[in-house]
Every structure is written in structure tokens, then in C-alpha cells.
């Protein structure tokens, strides 16, 4: 969208999300980021390995990832990947070890 139609927020956001969609087998490794991260495939299905555990997690699960987690995300079939992002100032409730939400 245009910026002269949307001016920038006067704060951080509480929460971002994302949307993506992958091909079967595309896979990446991340460093840990600064927000905590709730992820998941509205289609398909995800593997999440953080140093030497692993998460399969189908499209009706969602893996929580405290914030500073440095994990790598696997796509089985085609799928969407959603992630919501949350502020580090707002983590402090939630769980601190990665954690499968229903």
C-alpha cells in the first residue's frame, strides 16, 4: 500500500504475522529472532528442529519458539506457512521452551 494512504505505527506492534506458501521439500535454517514465534501450515505439513529435537507439526497444531530459539523449518508437500510473531515485552507469560499449542 501506498505510504501517503497508511502513515507508520508511533509504537512496536505487539504482534506481526505472516503468510507464506512453499513447494514440497523447501527448507531453511533460522537464527533466533528477538520476538517469539507461534508457527504453523494451514496446508500441508512442517518439521521444526531446534539443535537436536524435532517437531512434526500437521496443520491443526502450532509449535510455539520462545524468543532467541534458532530453529530450521522443513515444508512436506505443499503447504502455507503461517507464523505469528510476538514482542518480546509481551513473551514474558508464555512458555520459555519450544512448546506444541493445540
Known amino acids: 500500500m501506498s505510504n501517503i494512504r497508511h502513515s507508520a ?3 512496536t506492534p505487539a504482534v506481526r504475522a505472516i503468510s507464506i506458501g512453499f513447494g514440497s ?3 531453511w535454517a533460522r537464527r533466533g529472532s528477538d520476538w ?5 501450515a494451514s496446508r500441508g505439513v ?8 524435532l517437531w512434526v507439526v500437521p496443520s491443526h497444531q502450532s509449535l510455539w519458539l520462545p524468543p532467541a530459539t ?9 503447504g ?3 507464523q505469528v510473531y510476538v ?7 508464555l512458555p520459555m521452551q519450544p512448546r ?3
Do not use: D, K, N, Q
Open 87 to 93: 514482542a518480546p515485552a509481551e513473551c514474558g507469560r
Open 100 to 102: 506444541v499449542m493445540l
Open 70 to 78: 534458532t530453529h530450521a523449518v522443513r515444508m512436506a508437500g505443499s
Open 46 to 53: 512442517i518439521t521444526v528442529t531446534v539443535g537436536s529435537l
Open 80 to 82: 502455507t506457512l503461517r
Open 9 to 11: 505505527p508511533e509504537h
Open 36 to 40: 517469539g514465534e507461534l508457527v504453523w
Open 25 to 27: 521439500g523447501y527448507h
